[in-house]
């Protein structure tokens, strides 16, 4: 889980019971680098997904998702925004071979 909140990136601590996985370490550092948006790692309470700009998932199968909508709550502007959509884009290029600088992040299948 990712939000975007008051402009700053916010995801949970690996000490908040989630899954310290690749696709989150991946996106923490395109956004870093590629961005230039760091990123904060505390707590969220529920509640503060319901006034954030944005909010995302991402995981292996899910990769990068939007979240418009959060307890019939329209999130931001109920679209995907544009914080979201700049780490899904550029996240969907390192992935899939199109920046060089993240090639050794992929395994060629021959």
Do not use: N
């Not at 995302?56 to 995907?80: K, N, Y």
Request: hydrophobic share 40%.
């Amino acid at each position: 889980l990712f939000m975007v909140r008051d402009g700053v990136l916010v995801t949970p601590s690996v000490t908040d019971d989630i899954l310290e996985g690749i696709t989150r370490a991946a996106i923490i550092e395109l956004a870093r680098a590629e961005l230039g948006l760091e990123t904060v790692e505390r707590s969220i309470d529920r509640t503060e997904l319901y006034v954030a700009e944005e909010v995302f998932l991402c995981g292996t199968g899910a990769q990068v998702s939007p979240v418009t909508r959060i307890d019939h709550r329209p999130v931001g502007e109920g679209t995907i925004g544009p914080v979201t959509g700049r780490i899904k884009d550029v996240y969907f290029d390192a992935v899939r071979g199109r920046l060089p600088a993240y090639a050794d992040w992929l395994t060629p299948v021959y």
